[in-house]
């Protein structure tokens, strides 16, 4: 035969026996071989000439030696006749008393091999002789996956009979624990099989030659057969010179399967033994570990049977193995178990019936195939997401189309508007957001837009930015517009994926004037920082704050004052509806208040009125004293109005022109520059501009606080170091020496309470000092006691000092957050970097960096957790803080 078939692993030299070669299947095809290596393999007698005879003189020759751990039979000659008839139906029968007892004759060679655990012999798993391995070559190792040895089939000696190949290793048992446990692929990596020279080489996942090349090859063999036969079949005598080159070997070999057996018997022993239905209703091979089986030429008879023979006897077995190869008259019964059958012929015909499930449950799998199955899974995901990335994820972003390169169009609530482009971003200025608060809508709460009178038709140009409400500017001019309820939005883009988050500018330097001051929105910022800035206007000073009893009475429910913070309200209701259309996240907004705004900013967030209108705060430099009188009696102190505008009435004050409603509020209400407290100041006798009317401000905001009813929101309150620099103060003396400075402080309430000399040994005696303390009395020593109290706050102060008097004025936080700081140093350019990192992640992220949460910030060239409050527990201990604290 040509090809190497596929045996049982059996010492090389164990009796001077042959194995009777397998039939091939009858539905395999293989290459052809020389008809001379095909007399090698089968014999050099026929059936045709000597067909009983030769058998007979196998039978005597093979009945003296006896292999160790094998049962020899001894079939008589009526049995052999038998045989003839029953091979022609391919069914055989044997009787266990014609088989000869075991014999313990030892062998040399059996002991220096690896140790073999006898078998029982299984009815219908035999071997015939004629096809023991004599004269092997050196065996060679395979390329298969499962490292099996094969033989090479030549004539060594010349005896006219090939050796046939011999495999070392053997395939696991199926194993007991579902589809993966026993999945098993081909291995793509092994050779395949090629004839060169009478030896087969590897093919295959297992190294191992195709079965139906092995088939059609033992075929072919017997239809080339020399009708006279060939040379005879050697006697005793020769197979025993002959068993010599297979002892040295089998002396080569028992190393490699001593370690095999050693691996396989402990497991075989261990995992139990599983059994398939075929399709011809017998049960398929047990699948050992360690065992492949194989269709092993010479047993094709074994296809034939019925589960009738499934429990034949060993006389069955006898009859069938004469009945294949009339070379002896000898059975051998390999000793395997009972039920072990031909798996690849099986196999062939299982896969033609059973489902795909089932052959997909019955296919096993090595790690190997695992990981390379695993490895092509991991690289097909890796390409559909690469392909989803590039593809999907660079589709277009579903933006407003920009005309003429510099106008953009979005729609609001009450129609389309109009955008420009500047600095990179697109501005919209003047969008109205609320109902005019001019003729009856005078002093009264504001009112969203929602009938179709106060909208416009087609698209409102908003390219220019409207009037502010009227006030009064700190150097006395007077300015604004009644109607003046407007926004201004500033986008980077106007699109509706993406959305960013917002930040809404309150700017005011007090209550009556200089809106929005320093806080005016930067467009090169928006693109920057990818936020969206909304200023909106609100009413300020008496138009803005006016509370009354003439006014109280007019409306229903009965209130008056906060009518800018209705403003602020009905804005954020706007920003809510709105922001969307502009690029904008209506669940990112942040407030950002400064000075009188910040103010602003603290009083909305503790108002139930702002309930989900905004997420989060920022205040700079806001005041600490917030309304704590009833709303009647604010009313009366607010009488004094009254009889400077000489009205006694609601109609009265109705039907007075804008200025002259501006030019009757008294000069203790205007704006005033912080100072040191004087020695003769009352506290409490100061003007108040919010009020608790009942509906925004229904209780003091520190009871808010305390009652942490506000902790959805949360909030970052800070100041700078010289807040209270004003150019009144600076220009009070043309120098200001330490003595100046010293007796500034012993003319206040400082000096007041004696703690001059302790004050100036901690801010010293310079002008810079003199700020530093105003500072800290009027604003940052009041705003770290809110902060004390709201747990969810964050409280910081810039020291970073510049300008030509060298100090933290009280614009440097937001000038820098804003972009409009002019760093000279790398001091303060480092400065602005922190600074703006501070806030801008604040205002993405919703919180301070987490390593400077909840700590008292000073903010230098870096924001560091290092701010000193001892000043500020001297000042508080002495009862000058809260007490004197700003009022705006």
Known sequence: MGETDEKETAPAATTNETEKPETPHPNTDGPEVEPKETEKLLGTTTVDDKPIETVKGAVKASSENVANGEEIINIPEEAIGAGDSATE??????????????TDKPNKVQAEEREVKPKKVPAGAFKLPGFFNKNKDKPKEADGADNELLEKTEDKEGTGKAAEP????????????????????????AKKATVEGGATVVDGADGKAAPEEEEKDEVTAEATDKPNGGAEEPAAGDAKEEKKPAEEEAEVQAPKKGLLEALRVPLASIIPKRFKPVANGDPEDDIELGKTPKNRAGLASMETLDDSLKDADTKDAVDKAGGVNGTDGEALVKPEDK???????????????????????????????????????IFLILVALIIAFTFVGKSEPITAPVRDGKYIETVTNCGRVEGILEDGSFAFRGIPYAVPPVGPNRWKAAQPIESIEHCWNGTLKAHNST???????????????????TLDVITPHVRYDNPLPVVVLVGAESFTGDSPGKLRPST????????????????????GFLALEQLTKSTHPPTSGNYGLTDLIVALKWIQLNIPHFGGDPKSVTLFGHRAGGTLVTALASSNKTSKLFARTWVSSGASIFPGKPLSDSEKENALYMSKIRCEDTNCLMEKEDEEILDAVPDVWRRTFPDLPAADENATARHEWLVLDGNILQQHPADVWSADVSNNVRYVIGSTTHEAHNTKLHLKYTEWTPELVTQHVNDSVVGKLGLTEEALRRYNATYQGLV????????????????????????????????ELGIADVDSDVQAILGRYEPKTPEQRRYVSAIQQLFYHYVSHGEI????????LDVGQDALPTYNTDNCLFWIKNDVVPRYARLD
Do not use: H
């Not at 011999?166 to 990596?189: C, I, S």
């Not at 099986?346 to 195939?369: G, H, I, T, W």
């Not at 500072?775 to 300008?803: A, E, H, M, N, W």
């Open 467 to 485: 009037a502010v409400c009227w006030q009064i500017y700190a150097d006395g001019k007077v300015d604004g517009a009644e109607d003046c309820l």
């Open 166 to 189: 011999v495999v070392a290793d053997e395939k696991p048992k199926r194993t007991a624990g579902g589809f993966f446990a026993n999945l098993k692929l081909r291995n793509p990596f």
């Open 524 to 543: 090169r910022y928006a693109r920057a920082r990818d936020v969206i800035f909304v200023r909106p206007n609100f009413r300020l000073n008496v138009f």
């Open 89 to 102: 139906n391919g069914k055989k029968e044997a009787t266990p008393e014609d088989a000869p007892g075991k």
């Open 339 to 377: 039920e072990a059958k031909d798996k690849a012929a099986e196999a062939e015909e299982d896969a033609q019936e059973r489902s795909l499930l089932q052959r997909v449950q019955s296919y096993r799998c090595s790690v190997d195939d695992i990981a390379i199955i695993a490895g092509v899974i």
């Open 849 to 856: 960096k987490y390593e400077l949460r909840k700590k008292l």
């Open 772 to 803: 530093a303390m105003v500072s800290d009395i009027r604003t940052i020593c009041p705003l770290l006691t809110i902060t004390q109290k709201l747990q969810s706050s964050q409280f910081y102060v810039v020291s970073q000092t510049g300008g």
